[in-house]
């Protein structure tokens, strides 16, 4: 059982390679387009969250799975170069790492198409043996991109040793029904919280009424990510917009990953709830002014200066 004050995350999750395509415009259906640049980046939105938490300051262990490829090996690399522990980071045998294709027009926005590989082998089997690492955790980070059946039993096995979980419902997928009730904290852009409550969001308006629907049913702080207009957030200790810092952005590629991985930082280590989320959004804001997933995550020092400055 958690003491309650580990600082420890444990992120479980995907951890993909994207090759990444700058483009001048998206291409529509049958279109071919010019790219100015390809590179190849570390991605994946477990792995990215991992990254943000670790970036910014949090103690991090990655649980997942890669390929017994050469992109499974440099992201065991590049992940323990950034001072997560992958202890718990397997190789799959006759199976690749997972990748994204990724657009990213001028204007920053993108499109993604995911190949889950070895992310689909993070099965029940493989979180059901992390219960110690999870009875120690501040924080157990959680993300769409691994077998739903798997998501679940960390959801039901944090709840049963007494961890508190952050879900990031990326991308949008099947209801938790029940399980909603055991989420300390649940974090959406408008899309996803659509598929929650069946009802439009868009905007703080109707983000608030979400916020309200998801923790009447139980979630304890609903987060609900509003791009440009900031973050619209529902807990016990606050509830109102938190704005996002302008800037011009070059790709948003892995901004809720930031945002989730820094607040979690935050929150383990005992930051009030709505400094804790400026410190995210700033997060956030660094992290789309720049190319790439984890590439344009930013460090601490990084956001305490926007912050200084802001
Ligand atoms: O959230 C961004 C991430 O989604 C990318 O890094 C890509 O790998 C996909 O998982």
């Known amino acids: 059982m958690s003491d309650g004050h580990s600082r420890k995350i444990v ?3 995907s951890a993909n390679v994207d090759f990444v395509m700058q483009v001048e415009k998206l291409p529509r259906r049958g279109e071919s387009v010019p790219s100015s640049r390809f590179t190849q980046l570390f991605g994946g939105k477990g792995a990215n969250q991992a990254v943000a938490a670790a970036r910014a300051g949090g103690e991090v262990a990655f649980a997942g799975c890669v390929g017994d490829d050469v992109f499974g090996r440099m992201m065991r690399e590049n992940l323990a170069g950034a001072g997560i522990d992958v202890e718990h980071l397997c190789e799959q045998p006759g199976i690749s790492s997972g990748a994204a294709l990724i657009m990213v027009d001028e204007a920053g926005g993108n499109m993604l198409s995911i190949a889950p590989g070895a992310n689909g082998r993070v099965t029940a089997d493989i979180v059901r043996p992390l219960s110690s ?3 120690n955790a501040g924080m157990v980070m959680l993300q769409n991109e691994i077998p739903i059946e798997s998501v679940y039993a960390a959801v039901d096995i944090a709840a049963e040793l007494g961890a508190q979980v952050m879900l990031n419902l990326a991308p949008a997928g099947p209801s938790y029904g029940a399980r909603l009730l055991k989420l ?4 959406v852009n408008e899309t996803e919280a659509e598929t929650v409550c ?3 969001v868009e905007g703080a308006a109707r983000a608030a009424e979400a916020a309200a629907w998801m923790r009447g049913r139980g979630v304890g702080t ?3 990510t509003l791009g440009a207009q900031g973050a619209y957030i529902d807990g016990p200790e606050f509830r109102g917009t938190v704005p996002a810092f302008p800037v011009s952005p070059v790709d948003t590629t ?3 990953d930031t ?3 820094a607040l979690a930082a935050a929150l383990v280590q005992r930051m009030p709830l709505p400094e804790a989320s400026r410190f995210a959004s700033a997060a ?3 992290c789309v002014t720049r190319l790439g997933a984890q590439a344009s995550i930013p460090s601490r020092s990084e956001i305490d200066a926007l912050l200084a400055r802001s």
């Open 198 to 200: 069946g009802f439009p």
């Open 133 to 135: 690492l999870i009875a």
């Open 254 to 256: 892995a901004a809720g």
């Open 259 to 261: 945002f989730c991985g």
């Open 11 to 13: 992120v479980i999750g």
């Open 284 to 286: 956030a804001a660094l």
């Open 222 to 224: 609903a987060i609900i």
């Open 184 to 187: 300390a904290y649940l974090v």
